[in-house]
């Protein structure tokens, strides 16, 4: 069974001073799709990797000490490519 969930990230520039104080210039946000796999069969192949024109940046499989018909049982997690969106559209915004 798969659970798709969303990983957000504000991009911001570093802090500079302002009035005496510092401030942080904010600029969009990223937002992530990432899928964690409870058990699989099935891992990402190196052409899925954005490196080589795929979609995804990271993913991540531990083994299970069983088989299912015969082929080892996975669980893990993958990162899709970020896209941008707008900082209001984050969630607690």
């Known amino acids: 069974m798969a659970f798709t ?3 957000y990230r504000l991009r911001s520039s570093g802090p500079f001073p302002v009035a005496g104080g510092l401030t942080i210039h904010t600029f969009m946000a990223e937002k992530s799709e990432v899928t ?23 993913a991540s499989y531990n083994a299970h000490p069983f088989t299912l018909g015969g ?18 559209s984050m969630p607690g915004t």
Do not use: C, R
């Not at 964690?36 to 990271?58: F, P, R």
């Not at 082929?71 to 209001?88: H, M, N, R």
């Open 5 to 7: 969930s969303y990983i």
């Open 36 to 58: 964690s796999h409870e058990a699989t069969t099935t891992l990402l192949s190196s052409s899925d990797m954005a490196l080589w024109g795929g979609e995804y940046v990271s």
């Open 71 to 88: 082929e080892i049982v996975f669980s893990g997690q993958e990162i899709k490519k970020p896209i941008y969106i707008d900082e209001d």
